[in-house]
């Protein structure tokens, strides 16, 4: 396949064109290269919001939309004469409102969520819009995705304190559940996609079973070797201060993709992997939170 990328150089939308490429497949990446770009796709340089004609005639199989987070986005992407016959978008599952009865499914109404704010209502707009130009496009909505080449100091938090000896401040009795979903199953379902071609359009993705905080914590810490000892915080310290996850619980319905792709990755043994790319790429993480320096200071 001839495939577009959006992005290509950090965390999910990286991952994506590797994995492509190692398929056989044509792949251009679309950055603006300030980072090094993925080996074996093709580079077309620019800014998605001002494309002028760089796009204009070319022709993909399907274009895998991992960088929008607006309808500007959108709409600067389809409106540049790019060609294509599918459109895969990523969008999150942000878009449900946290009052929505839960697990979340595809058929429940979206709207704003009060813990992602902005970021939920572009997405879902970024959706709206889609739909609007493109009917037949695909709408992908994950929970948290974990990897190799992710940039936010998420597991990599725990590895560093793993490998520290440190013990891990987790809030509350570490009851909270959180879900996940591998980049690689990621690709796996776009496979499946442009593939199959179902008639549904928009699919929640995810590990069908969720965790709570505590046993991801002994998970990140088992890959390295290690065992955590935990410390409760009480709940009038904010969460975000010295963890790396909102204090928000959800769980998305997962059938429509299982019915497609029926097993994922343990997370366990996405944790190893991950754990192991990490050791040898430390600096590929470009946000780190100075979690660490608040729990010293502060608890």
Not at 98 to 124: A, H, M, R
Request: aromatic share 16%; charged share 25%.
């Amino acid at each position: 396949m001839k495939l577009l990328i959006t992005g290509g150089t950090t965390f999910v939308s990286k991952f994506t064109a590797e994995h492509f490429v190692k398929n056989g497949d044509e792949v251009y990446v679309l950055n603006r290269g300030s980072r090094r770009q993925p080996d074996g796709a093709k580079y077309i340089e620019g800014d998605r919001t001002q494309l002028g004609d760089k796009l204009k005639g070319m022709r993909f199989d399907a274009v895998l939309d991992i960088t929008a987070y607006t309808q500007e986005h959108v709409q600067a992407l389809l409106d540049s004469g790019i060609e294509f016959d599918d459109y895969i978008f990523i969008s999150s599952s942000a878009v449900y409102p946290e009052t929505n009865v839960q697990p979340f499914t595809e058929e429940q109404p979206c709207g704003f969520n009060s813990i992602w704010k902005d970021y939920g209502t572009n997405k879902l707009k970024a959706e709206e819009y889609l739909k609007e130009r493109v009917p037949n496009a695909y709408i992908l909505r994950p929970p948290y995705f974990y990897g190799i080449y992710d940039n936010l100091y998420r597991e990599a938090f725990p590895f560093d304190c793993a490998a520290e000896d440190r013990p891990f401040y987790i809030p509350g009795n570490g009851e909270m559940k959180l879900q996940f979903f591998n980049v690689s199953d990621l690709c796996r379902f776009i496979e499946i996609l442009l593939n199959t071609h179902p008639e549904n359009k928009v699919f929640n993705v995810g590990n069908p079973e969720t965790v709570t905080v505590k046993e991801w914590v002994e998970l990140c810490y088992k890959a390295a070797g290690k065992t955590p000892k935990l410390i409760s915080v009480d709940k009038d310290v904010p969460q975000r201060d010295y963890f790396c996850f909102y204090d928000y619980e959800y769980v998305l319905d997962v059938s429509k993709q299982q019915a497609l792709m029926p097993n994922t990755i343990p997370l366990e043994q996405g944790l190893c992997k991950e754990y192991e790319w990490y050791k040898d790429n430390p600096d590929s993480v470009y946000y780190r939170k100075p979690y660490i320096e608040f729990i010293e200071e502060n608890l």
